[in-house]
């Protein structure tokens, strides 16, 4: 079973810190995606990475996937009350099996004013 | 309007109840998958449809069936509603190549 960890499970802090989450596992994934969840809603498709050591930014959260392919990290700077969710992580294999995504458990992430 | 819908919204039934929680698409893809969302334990595939005459079990399909009306359309159904099947519910789609996918808003389901 591959798996996906992410940390920190919960993470609170103040508009206008920045903040790292993570994502890894021990296994090699071809994709991996970002989700962010608010209550009452679906994921919502933030980004997706697939070649390793590869950088995405949109707007002020930048997304790295590892050299490896096993990990990632999603970074806010001067986070604001409207980042506020639950993020996750979801990750694919090659080939045919391409749309069996494992997720993460995901990091809730509460920003205050 | 959203590109995913699901109906009901929020759903409370009694055990031994059938059920079903339907999902429509206006992305056009081929592809519709059922996860159920339960805190600690994320996003797991319940079933999921190629095309209309592909359906495939997912990781934790017993208890659930599924009908794949039109391309559209992609319903789930409990027989026999358990209380352990108390969960969030989402419906999502994407195109053949299949990892990004797009989720619709989600039935809160309680099995009382």
């Known amino acids: 079973t591959q798996l996906l960890e992410q940390s920190p499970q919960f993470l609170s802090i103040q508009e206008g810190e920045n903040l790292t989450v993570y994502c890894n596992s021990s296994s090699v994934f071809s994709s991996l995606q970002w989700y962010r969840q608010e209550p009452g809603e679906g994921p919502v498709l933030l980004v997706t990475?697939?070649?390793?050591?590869e950088v995405k930014k949109l707007k002020r959260l930048t997304f790295q996937f590892g050299d490896a392919r096993k990990d990632s990290s999603l970074h806010i700077t001067a986070a604001q009350p409207g980042d506020t969710g639950l993020y996750l992580c979801a990750g694919s294999r090659s080939g045919g099996s391409n749309y069996k995504l494992t997720f993460g458990k995901g990091t809730l992430l509460t920003v205050n004013p | 309007d959203a590109d995913v819908t699901q109906t009901p919204r929020n759903r409370i039934t009694k055990t031994g109840k059938r059920i079903m929680l339907e999902c429509s698409q206006t992305?056009?893809?081929?592809?519709m998958y059922w996860y159920r969302q339960d805190p600690g334990l994320g996003l797991r595939l319940i079933y999921y449809s190629f095309d209309v005459k592909d359906i495939n079990k997912g990781e934790i399909s017993d208890g659930y069936s599924v009908s794949r009306q039109a391309q559209a359309k992609f319903s789930l159904s409990l027989e026999s509603a358990i209380p352990n099947q108390t969960a969030l519910y989402f419906c999502?789609?994407?195109?053949?190549?299949?990892?990004?996918?797009?989720f619709g808003p989600g039935t809160r389901l309680t099995v009382t």
């Open positions: 990475v697939v070649t390793g050591g």
């Open positions: 992305k056009g893809h081929d592809r």
């Open positions: 999502a789609t994407s195109d053949f190549v299949g990892y990004e996918q797009y």
